[in-house]
């Protein structure tokens, strides 16, 4: 796919799945902002992506620092095409009563509330273009619960949520909202997991452990399966209004039977 001309910002593409990410979106020849806590290791990935790289050191769960981020992508390069919410983080692997009030909100604040403030700059911006993209990085904890780990199935359910309601906002606008929900990958976030609750996550893939290495193809798999790929590699819609589904005309009730 060809995303010439495109511009991209990443939350969490300093390591990980995030600079795949990034990488692949580079490669396919966007511009691209590696936004990340960690200022350095973002500065580290976009060098190695390269030139036509930003770094961005934010903190998503920061209004303001949000919006800047977004602010220094369109003046920089005029635009924001698209938008990857990747930053996040586990958390503490203890049962519901050994989690403390700050585990709780700094889960839901890292993986939930970040997804809200970025998809909002964002959003304003894509609307003004009349196009834009936007993939939310859930996980299959937002889908199945995984024990041990409440506030960050909660906060990915959440995203899943979040991405199902903001897509039905903005679909007639040319802007496409999908999330993506890996199951276990082989990065440093696993090691904020005790052992034995990545054992289980690993133990219910069919596949076992060598389905968890991370490879960028396997990422960009996913997105072709949401439909992500499809959507960047065909027309680039402009106030592009794809016609809402209509309810089909109601048959009539049968005799006898309540309508
Ligand atoms: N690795 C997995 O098994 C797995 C499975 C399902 C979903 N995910 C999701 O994929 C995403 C990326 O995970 P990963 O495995 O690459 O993790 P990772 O720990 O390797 O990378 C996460 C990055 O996010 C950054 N980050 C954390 N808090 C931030 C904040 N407040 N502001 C800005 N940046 C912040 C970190 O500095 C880090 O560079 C996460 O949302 C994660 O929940 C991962």
């Given at each position: 796919m060809s995303l010439d001309k495109k511009t991209a910002l990443v939350t969490g593409a300093a390591r990980g799945i995030g600079l795949s990410i990034a990488s692949r979106l580079a490669a396919d020849g966007a511009r691209v902002a590696v936004l990340d806590l960690d200022a350095e290791a973002g500065r580290a990935a976009a060098s190695k992506i390269g030139a036509g790289t930003m770094a961005i050191a934010a903190d998503v769960t920061k209004t303001s620092e949000v919006e800047s981020a977004v602010s220094r992508v369109v003046e920089q390069w005029g635009r924001l095409d698209i938008l990857?919410?990747?930053?996040?983080?586990?958390?503490?692997?203890?049962?519901?009563?050994?989690?403390?009030?700050e585990d709780w909100r700094?889960?839901?604040?890292?993986?939930?509330?970040?997804?809200?403030?970025?998809?909002?700059?964002?959003?304003?911006?894509?609307?003004?273009?009349?196009?834009?993209?936007?993939?939310?990085?859930?996980?299959?904890?937002?889908?199945?619960?995984?024990?041990?780990?409440?506030?960050?199935?909660t906060a990915k359910a959440g995203v899943i949520g979040l991405t199902k309601a903001l897509a039905k906002e903005v679909c007639t606008r040319g802007i496409l909202v999908h999330a993506v929900a890996p199951a276990v990958i082989?990065?440093?976030?696993?090691?904020?997991?005790?052992?034995?609750?990545?054992?289980?996550?690993?133990?219910?893939?069919?596949?076992?452990?060598?389905?968890?290495?991370?490879?960028?193809?396997?990422?960009?798999?996913?997105?072709?399966?949401?439909?992500?790929?499809r959507s960047w590699s065909g027309p680039w819609p402009r106030n592009h209004r794809p016609p809402c589904p209509?309810?089909?005309?109601?048959?009539?009730?049968?005799?006898g039977r309540p309508s």
């Amino acid at each position: 796919m060809s995303l010439d001309k495109k511009t991209a910002l990443v939350t969490g593409a300093a390591r990980g799945i995030g600079l795949s990410i990034a990488s692949r979106l580079a490669a396919d020849g966007a511009r691209v902002a590696v936004l990340d806590l960690d200022a350095e290791a973002g500065r580290a990935a976009a060098s190695k992506i390269g030139a036509g790289t930003m770094a961005i050191a934010a903190d998503v769960t920061k209004t303001s620092e949000v919006e800047s981020a977004v602010s220094r992508v369109v003046e920089q390069w005029g635009r924001l095409d698209i938008l990857v919410n990747n930053a996040g983080i586990t958390g503490r692997s203890v049962p519901i009563w050994e989690l403390s009030d700050e585990d709780w909100r700094r889960v839901i604040d890292v993986d939930l509330t970040s997804v809200f403030l970025c998809c909002r700059a964002a959003v304003k911006v894509m609307l003004g273009q009349g196009a834009g993209r936007i993939i939310n990085i859930a996980s299959i904890a937002g889908k199945e619960g995984n024990p041990t780990l409440v506030p960050y199935s909660t906060a990915k359910a959440g995203v899943i949520g979040l991405t199902k309601a903001l897509a039905k906002e903005v679909c007639t606008r040319g802007i496409l909202v999908h999330a993506v929900a890996p199951a276990v990958i082989d990065t440093e976030l696993l090691q904020q997991m005790e052992k034995s609750t990545v054992d289980l996550l690993v133990s219910k893939i069919p596949m076992g452990p060598a389905a968890c290495e991370l490879r960028a193809e396997a990422i960009c798999e996913w997105a072709e399966r949401a439909g992500v790929s499809r959507s960047w590699s065909g027309p680039w819609p402009r106030n592009h209004r794809p016609p809402c589904p209509r309810p089909s005309p109601r048959a009539p009730a049968a005799p006898g039977r309540p309508s």
